[in-house]
């Protein structure tokens, strides 16, 4: 089945530092979704990369996707610290069924 | 800016009792789904919901699982019999239909309902 699989990482960086951290899947996609969850809330949705896109900008998110290798990437630029949070990856498969990985903790330190 | 609501934030339960988690997905929504995270695990898919019928389940949702849409407005989950390790976080998720082109559909997530089995 399709999984999103993050590196295992816990990243922690200062206040304007930039945070990557990276997913890799096992089958071919359709889309690549990056999540965003806060501790004890919901996830939210940050920005969506098709199959047939290299990479993605949505403000001071940057996702790059390699499909050869089946890998994506998320960049938080200028990292603030509001930016604290889990990141998760997730692929889709069957009818709009989100599979995740299990996330990246981002700390900034202010 | 419109968002998906759960209630209640915080369920503590006893072994064998049924629970029902309620959600409120965005109104103009069609598509319904619940996941669950256990804690410090991924998290997991259940079930999708439309037409008022399951669309797609996981191993996952047996038969101790129902979904209903009772009303215009709420998208339940009920555990029958709930057990230890149903003790998670189970978030509903709404979109607004599948696909948007060739690509899927963005899903909202409401923030979750703990539930605490005992």
Known sequence: ???????????????????????SYKTSINNLQWYRQNSGRGLVHLILIRSNEREKHSGRLRVTLDTSKKSSSLLITASRAADTASYFCATVYGNNRLAFGKGNQVVVIP | EPEVTQTPSHQVTQMGQEVILRCVPISNHLYFYWYRQILGQK????????????????????????????????????????????????????????YFGTSNREQYFGPGTRLTVT
Do not use: H, W
């Open chain 2, 43 to 98: 998290v997991e898919f259940l079930v999708s919901f439309y037409n008022n019928e399951i669309s797609e389940k996981s191993e996952i949702f047996d038969d101790q699982f129902s979904v209903e849409r009772p009303d215009g407005s709420n998208f339940t989950l009920k555990i029958r019999s709930t057990k230890l390790e149903d003790s998670a976080m189970y978030f509903c998720a709404s979109s607004e239909g599948l």
């Open chain 1, 1 to 23: 089945s399709q999984q999103g699989e993050e590196d295992p990482q816990a990243l922690s960086i200062q206040e304007g530092e930039n945070a990557t951290m990276n997913c």
